[in-house]
């Protein structure tokens, strides 16, 4: 008996091990030469040194996150402050400030002037109380008034790169669910964390060597090109030239993205649209006591990320951004970078990366195209953060949707063998 896992990204990898934890036989595909998908890092031959093709943020109060790193064993590599904060610069005025929520649920921080964005006022958070209750055909300039320096300091800032939408057109429900796992839960679940020393240390290769270590099969640059039908059941598994046989208490799941789904189920509705994500990693060490992340407001670049060798930048929903010349584009973001840390001079050797199909357009119309991980076939799920988890394109979608459908592909076969 066993489940067969179509795509190596974070979704796939998540059922891979959630699956071998419960003892299931797994065999897990992948078409490209290199696990990870949108999460992945390499060497860089432009840059002679490790990247991640982009900077993942990831929050404390991310459970999938935190269990799918304790079955890896990789709990102790995120980094970040004990305390939430989020440091900011604006660009514009070059005024900086530090937002400290509280640790707890109560949100004491917005009546105290001292810690609450500047030129805000308390009644300006009520806005925050607006977006956590869900409206599935709302978007977020339905609900609440997308101006002032809340919207401007704060909210768009951190929405745009929950959403990766130009956040007055994104799902109110998309949005209020990231909120009421974060900030509405206090400090202690929102404080920011990235992994280190790479993305693929903290949560790709360790996977790997915990499926190998449980038997399962991992097979790279092996692309699925069909599926073979016996009634409602999937039967076989066509990569090139070679085919594999599905059992009748075999289970598939195919963990890739939208665009792959449709080819190989015709007919699925999927989001379809995209949005981009552009990041620029700089080759130059921070310098003593950088801050290890600060959002930038009227700024070409939205966040700056300060590495151990290296700084980067993350732009999100950058369409605006994908056709700029290279040159002109790294000069602009190296201008920012260098504001945050006090640099003078000309760009150090440089890489842009660019997701152009980074995630779905975190829209009411896109969202309302999300399709279950239960399909319609009794023997085949679906997985990944395009998928209805509730949440927007996130690290954390990705792996929540990867442990449903392990559960139900596991429940399948466990109910196959109680039949027999």
């Known amino acids: 008996m066993t489940v067969h896992v179509i795509g190596a990204g974070l979704a796939g990898l998540s059922a891979a091990v959630t699956l071998a934890a419960k003892g299931d036989r797994v065999i897990l595909s992948e078409a490209a030469r290199q696990p990870g998908g949108r999460c992945r890092s390499y060497h860089d031959s432009q840059l002679d040194m490790v990247i991640d093709n982009g900077n993942?943020?990831?929050?404390?109060?991310?459970?999938?996150?935190?269990?799918?790193?304790?079955?890896?064993?990789?709990?102790?590599?995120?980094?970040?402050?004990?305390?939430?904060?989020?440091?900011?610069?604006?660009?514009?005025?070059?005024?900086?400030?530090?937002?400290?929520p509280s640790e707890g649920r109560i949100p004491w921080w917005v009546f105290d002037q001292r810690r609450r964005v500047p030129g805000t006022r308390l009644r300006d958070y009520m806005a925050l109380a607006a977006l956590t209750r869900s409206r599935p055909d709302a978007r977020i300039a339905d609900v609440i008034d997308c101006r002032g320096p809340l919207w401007e300091r704060l909210l768009r800032p951190v929405?745009?790169?929950?959403?990766?939408t130009a956040p007055e057109e994104g799902s109110v429900a998309l949005a209020g669910?990231?909120?009421?796992?974060?900030?509405?839960?206090?400090?202690?679940?929102?404080?920011?964390?990235?992994?280190?020393?790479?993305?693929?240390?903290?949560?790709?290769?360790?996977?790997?060597?915990?499926?190998?270590?449980?038997?399962?099969?991992?097979r790279l640059d092996q692309r699925l090109r069909t599926l073979q039908w016996d009634g409602d059941r999937v039967t076989g598994l066509t990569f090139g030239a070679e085919t594999a046989a599905l059992g009748p208490d075999d289970a598939l799941i195919l963990a890739v993205p939208p665009w792959v789904a449709t080819e190989l189920l015709p007919g699925l509705t999927v989001p379809d649209a995209f949005e981009p994500i552009l990041n620029a990693h700089f080759r130059i060490a921070p310098p003593p006591g950088a801050a290890p992340m600060v959002g930038l407001i009227n700024g070409t670049a939205e966040w700056v990320f300060a590495f151990q060798d290296r700084l980067s930048v993350t732009v999100s929903a950058a369409g605006r951004l994908m056709d700029i010349e290279t040159e002109a584009l790294t000069a602009r973001l190296w201008q920012?970078?260098?504001?945050?840390?006090?640099?003078?001079?000309?760009?150090?050797?440089?890489?842009?990366?660019?997701?152009?199909?980074?995630?779905?357009?975190?829209?009411?119309?896109?969202?309302?195209?999300?399709?279950?991980?239960?399909?319609?076939?009794?023997?085949?799920?679906?997985?990944?953060?395009?998928?209805?988890?509730?949440?927007?394109?996130?690290?954390?979608?990705?792996?929540?949707?990867?442990?449903?459908?392990?559960?139900l592909a596991s429940a399948r076969i466990r109910a196959e063998r109680v039949a027999a």
Request: charge should be positive; charged fraction near 20%; proline fraction near 8%.
């Open 336 to 407: 920012d970078v260098a504001a945050v840390y006090g640099l003078t001079g000309p760009p150090p050797p440089s890489r842009i990366v660019k997701e152009r199909r980074a995630t779905f357009a975190a829209t009411p119309a896109q969202a309302a195209r999300r399709p279950p991980a239960r399909t319609r076939w009794p023997n085949l799920f679906l997985a990944g953060d395009w998928t209805d988890t509730g949440l927007p394109a996130t690290i954390e979608g990705a792996l929540r949707s990867g442990e449903v459908a392990a559960g």
């Open 56 to 100: 993942h943020l990831v929050l404390s109060g991310n459970q999938a996150v935190g269990r799918y790193l304790r079955a890896i064993g990789t709990a102790d590599r995120l980094m970040g402050p004990d305390r939430a904060e989020f440091r900011f610069l604006d660009r514009s005025t070059g005024e900086s400030w530090v937002l400290r």
């Open 177 to 218: 669910a990231v909120l009421r796992e974060s900030l509405a839960k206090g400090g202690a679940a929102s404080r920011p964390r990235i992994a280190t020393p790479t993305l693929a240390a903290a949560f790709v290769d360790p996977a790997l060597d915990r499926l190998h270590t449980a038997g399962a099969v991992v």
């Open 159 to 164: 929405l745009v790169s929950v959403l990766n």
